[in-house]
T-cell receptor, first 115, second 117 residues
Framework: AQKVTQAQTEISVVEKEDVTLDCVYE???????LFWYKQPPSGELVFLIR??????QNEISGRYSWNFQKSTSSFNFTITASQVVDSAVYFC????????????FGSGTRLSIRP | NAGVMQNPRHLVRRRGQEARLRCSPM?????VYWYRQLPEEGLKFMVY????????ESGMPKERFSAEFPKEGPSILRIQQVVRGDSAAYFC???????????????FGQGTRLTVV
């Protein structure tokens, strides 16, 4: 069975602090995809990243970075120098390689950035 | 370059009425997925459709819910005799090919927020 766990329900930090959102997953597939999505207060889903299980290189995109550790089944997301506009619910998600569009979502972490 | 279009964005129904949610996939996409997001929860897969076929409905409630994706026109998620517990955001995603292949990234619509009063 596939499962995604986001243990942090809510995080609140002051603007400009760095913050890491944790994600732990379970899957029996040897090949799979991991995702992060952002859901701002307006409600739409914003795609942030997709990583396949072959590629354990960490990724950086501006203030965002992702740390994929296959050994611990984790795919953590760090925002450096956080901004108020980063306030949103962030979802980590997983799909199998052969069912890449059937995505299993975690329960989300609500991130609040205080000015 | 229209993305996945869902309408309506907001829908209010009284208990017992029917709700019809529409999803027009991105141009060139023939695969559609419906997800439901209950308040304060993550999205849960409901159904996967290809044109005129239901491929996987393992996440769909057995009663009152149905989905279709006709040859022409949008995909429709239909909820009959709605109850308060159906209040949720319903998201549609589309992809250019199906479940077998590395390029099956799904693109999500903005969702339809259904409120049952």
């Amino acid at each position: 069975a596939q499962k995604v766990t986001q243990a942090q329900t809510e995080i609140s930090v002051v603007e400009k602090e760095d913050v890491t959102l944790d994600c732990v997953y379970e899957t029996r597939d040897t090949t799979y995809y991991l995702f992060w999505y952002k859901q701002p207060p307006s409600g739409e889903l914003v795609f942030l990243i997709r990583r396949n299980s072959f590629d354990e290189q960490n990724e950086i995109s501006g203030r965002y970075s992702w740390n994929f550790q296959k050994s611990t089944s984790s795919f953590n997301f760090t925002i450096t120098a956080s901004q108020v506009v980063d306030s949103a619910v962030y979802f980590c998600a997983l799909s199998g390689y052969s069912s890449a569009s059937k995505i299993i979502f975690g329960s989300g972490t609500r991130l609040s950035i205080r000015p | 370059n229209a993305g996945v279009m869902q309408n309506p964005r907001h829908l209010v129904r009284r208990r017992g009425q029917e709700a019809r949610l529409r999803c027009s996939p991105m141009k060139g996409h023939s695969h559609v997925y419906w997800y439901r997001q209950l308040p304060e929860e993550g999205l849960k897969f409901m159904v996967y459709l290809q044109k005129e076929n239901i491929i996987d409905e393992s996440g769909m409630p057995k009663e009152r819910f149905s989905a279709e994706f006709p040859k022409e026109g949008p995909s429709i998620l239909r909820i009959q005799q709605v109850v308060r517990g159906d209040s949720a955001a319903y998201f549609c995603a589309s992809s250019p090919q199906g479940d077998r292949g590395p390029n099956t990234e799904a693109f999500f619509g903005q969702g339809t927020r259904l409120t049952v009063v």
